[in-house]
C-alpha cells in the first residue's frame, strides 16, 4: 500500500470542474494582475477569519516582510521569535537589516516558550514574531501582555494555521498583524506560491497595500520603496474556490488526528513514541502530524521502504544555520529546539487520507520498533 505524505490530485479531481471554470474565467478576461478576483478572495478571507483587512500577496515570506515593513521595524531593531520554524520567519526580519533575536521553544508545543521572552529583551527590542508550527496556536496571551507592557509590534506567523483558534479568535488576526502562505502543501494551497497579511489596523494594511506594489498609491508614484509583492488574479480564483472547502478540510484533519492518537495508543506506542498533544478547544489545524522519535533518522527510512511518505520539519534550528553564524549562537544553547530537530518526524495527515492508509502508517511503525 502506497501512503504518500500529501496527495494533492485527490484533492484536486473532487474539485476540478469548479477550478477550471475559475480559471477560465481569469483567461477570458486576460487580466492577470490584482483585479476583482484579488478583491473578491480578499473579502472572503477577512470574513471567514474575522480581520478587518486582508490584503493579497506574493508568498507567504513576502506576508512576513510586507508586515514587517509596514508596522515599522527597521534596519537595526531586534525582533524577537522562534529558532524551530521555516527559514522565511527569520530571513523576512533579516531582508529589512534588523535582527532576529532566538529563543527557545516549548517541548510539547513546538512554539515560542513565552517565558523566555522577557530575557531576551534589549533596548533595541521592537517585536516579537510568533509561529503557530504545524497548525497549532502560539500561546498568545503572555506575547500580547509582554509586547503591551514593552511597546513591541506582535507580527504572527500563521503560514501553517489558517483557520486556527486560539481563545476564540483565528491566528493571523490577533496581534498587529499576520501572515499567512498558500503554497500548495498548505491547509489551503494554491497552484503557486501565494500569500496574505491579515490586520485589524487601517493604516498597517493601507500601508501593505502601498508596500506590495513598489511603494506606490498611484501609478508612477512612489511614496516608498516597496516590493513587487502582489497576488496573481489565477492564485486568487482557485483558492477562493478551495477557500469554500477549507472548514470540512480542516475537521478532516483533525479527524485524522484524533484516529493517529487511538490507533498508537492500541498499538502501544505511546510510550515509545512523543505524539501531539490534542484538546478539545486547542484549535490546532494539524498541517502537520508531528511525532518523535530518538530512532527519527531510522523510522523515516524504514517507512520510506513500506512506501510511506514522511518528512522532517526541521533539521537544522535557525539559530544554528550557516548564514546566523554571525549571530554567536551555538550548539547547545536552544537545546529544545535543537532537539526537537533532531527527533521530529511529520506523517500523513491530509484530509483524503483513509482509515486503512492511517492503519497502515501505524502497523509500520509497531514493526519498526519490533524489529
Known sequence: MRVPLLDLKLQYQKIKPDVLQAIHQVCEEQAFILGHHVEAFEHDVAKVLGASHAIGVSSGTDALLLALMAAGVKPGDEVITTPYSFFSTASSISRIGA?????????????????????????????????????????????????????????????????????????????????LS???????????DGGMVLTNDPAIAAAV????????????????????????????????????HLDEW???????????????????????????????????????????????DELKAFLASRDIGSEIYYPIPLHLQPCYRS?????????????AARETLALPVYPELTEVQQAFVVETIAQFYQS
Open 99 to 179: 535582527v532576529p533575536v532566538f529563543v527557545d521553544i516549548d517541548p510539547v508545543t513546538y512554539n515560542l516558550d513565552p517565558s523566555k521572552l522577557e530575557a531576551a529583551l534589549t533596548p533595541k527590542a521592537k517585536g516579537v514574531l510568533p509561529v503557530h508550527l504545524y497548525g497549532r496556536p502560539a500561546d498568545m496571551d503572555p506575547i500580547l501582555s509582554l509586547a503591551r507592557d514593552e511597546d513591541l509590534v506582535v507580527i504572527e506567523d500563521g503560514a501553517q494555521a489558517i483557520g486556527a483558534v486560539w481563545q476564540g479568535r483565528k491566528v493571523g488576526t490577533i496581534g498587529h498583524a499576520g501572515a
Open 209 to 244: 497595500r502601498r508596500l506590495r506594489v513598489h511603494g506606490s498609491e498611484r501609478r508612477y508614484e512612489h511614496i516608498e520603496i516597496g516590493i513587487n509583492g502582489r497576488l496573481d488574479a489565477l492564485q486568487a480564483a482557485v483558492l477562493r474556490v478551495k477557500l469554500s
Open 327 to 339: 549571530l554567536g549562537y551555538g550548539e547547545g544553547d536552544l537545546p529544545e529546539a535543537e532537539r
Open 182 to 192: 498558500f503554497f500548495p502543501s498548505k491547509n489551503l494551497g494554491g497552484f503557486g
Open 250 to 296: 480542516t475537521q478532516a484533519r483533525r479527524r485524522n488526528a484524533h484516529r493517529y492518537v487511538t490507533l498508537f495508543a492500541e498499538a502501544g506506542l505511546r510510550e515509545l513514541l512523543g505524539l501531539p498533544t490534542i484538546e478539545s478547544n486547542d484549535g490546532h489545524v494539524f498541517n502537520q502530524f508531528v511525532i518523535r522519535s530518538k530512532r527519527r
